[in-house]
């Protein structure tokens, strides 16, 4: 059982920064292929970024430009940071540790909210 937890979200301006920080429990962090998830009130949830084992990256249009994820496999942790950010990035945000056979782990924090209000 892999535990994630997640950290750094709050309140920010338009045009401001947040870091979220999300922590892996156990083993093997390295083969997890790492993402960023959102959802905000009344819609679906998202992929926002996720990366790779290998450290390939992937994030969705609405955010290019403005997030960059990164991991740090010494402290089994996966970083989003978010730069200029938007109302409509206003969201509750999870982590989500993957295996690529799916069926050998898929895991799921409990969110961090992020309120991009003025």
């Known amino acids: 059982q892999v535990q994630l937890v997640e950290s750094g979200g709050g309140l920010a301006q338009p045009g401001g920064s947040l870091r979220l920080s999300c922590v892996a429990s156990?083993?093997?962090?390295?083969?997890?292929?790492m993402g960023w998830y959102r959802q905000a009130p009344g819609k679906q949830r998202e992929l926002v970024a996720s990366i790779t084992s290998g450290g390939s990256t992937n994030s969705v249009d609405s955010v290019a430009g403005r997030f960059t994820i990164s991991r740090d496999n010494a402290k089994n942790t996966v970083y989003l940071q978010m730069n200029g950010l938007k109302p409509e990035d206003t969201a509750v945000y999870y982590c989500?540790?993957?295996?690529?056979?799916?069926?050998?782990?898929?895991?799921w924090g409990q969110g961090t909210q992020v309120t991009v209000s003025s």
């Open positions: 156990g083993k093997n962090f390295v083969m997890y292929t």
């Open positions: 989500n540790a993957r295996r690529y056979i799916e069926s050998l782990g898929n895991y």
